[in-house]
């Protein structure tokens, strides 16, 4: 309950935050959608065990949300966004000739907020930015060993259990962003996502996202 408290305390401050961008007069605001190629980096430091290993590949997911575009200075801008992602990984882990996988789908409330700059290519702009970014684990589910359905719970607790994976809801890291946008407003945005959140509860293990996002969106006339 404390964790979901402070998760909708998050989120009603950000609302609140992007209603007052709402009063600046060259504040536009967008909406945007695509797909997010996700994966994780898993390890045990400190812990040497012969034959075993750790593996993963990407997965597909969707991505779809808000966007806004306040001018800051000159060609500066502030560029936050609040998202709907899907995150994950395909997952191995082997021990001499025995291996366990599991494909394991993540859903996040995303909040980028990068600030960029742009470089005009006739009536167009290109921009890249740069920013922290904050998601938020709100469910997910996967496939684990012998194709065994497992959901996940982002309540942090470091328990084991056959049915559940638990870790934590709080994924910090930084943002990176490259795009272009078009003078009626359409835009086309490449971003990347590197996690510096460990956000396996145990100890023990080590589990952070990373990932490339493609979003078409859109900005409306000044607000």
Not at 56 to 74: D, H, K, N, R
Request: aromatic share 16%; glycine share 12%; net charge positive.
């Amino acid at each position: 309950m404390k964790n979901a408290f402070t998760i909708k305390s998050f989120l009603f401050s950000l609302l609140f935050s992007c209603i007052t961008f709402l009063g600046f007069s060259q504040f536009r605001m967008g909406v945007q959608a695509g797909v997010a190629i996700s994966n994780a980096n898993r390890s045990v430091p400190g812990i040497s065990i012969p034959g075993l290993s750790f593996g993963s590949s990407s997965i597909a997911g969707v991505v779809a949300g808000v966007t806004g575009s306040l001018p800051v200075w000159e060609r500066i801008e502030f560029r936050p966004e609040i998202n709907f992602i899907q995150r994950g990984a395909h997952l191995t882990s082997s021990f001499i000739s025995y291996t366990i996988e599991g494909k394991y789908t993540l859903n996040y409330a995303d909040i980028p907020l990068n600030v960029v700059y742009g470089f005009n290519v006739g009536k167009n702009k290109l921009y890249a930015g740069l920013g922290p970014e904050v998601a938020f684990g709100l469910s997910g589910k996967g496939k684990g060993d012998n194709n065994q359905d497992i959901k996940i719970k982002f309540d942090g607790k470091d328990t084991l259990s056959t049915d559940y994976i638990h870790l934590k809801a709080p994924d910090f890291g930084l943002s990176f962003c490259l795009g272009f946008q078009f003078k009626n407003g359409m835009f086309l945005d490449g971003g990347y996502f590197l996690g510096l959140t460990d956000i396996d509860p145990n100890k023990d293990f080590v589990w952070k996202n990373h990932g490339f996002t493609i979003k078409l969106g859109y900005l409306f006339n000044k607000w």
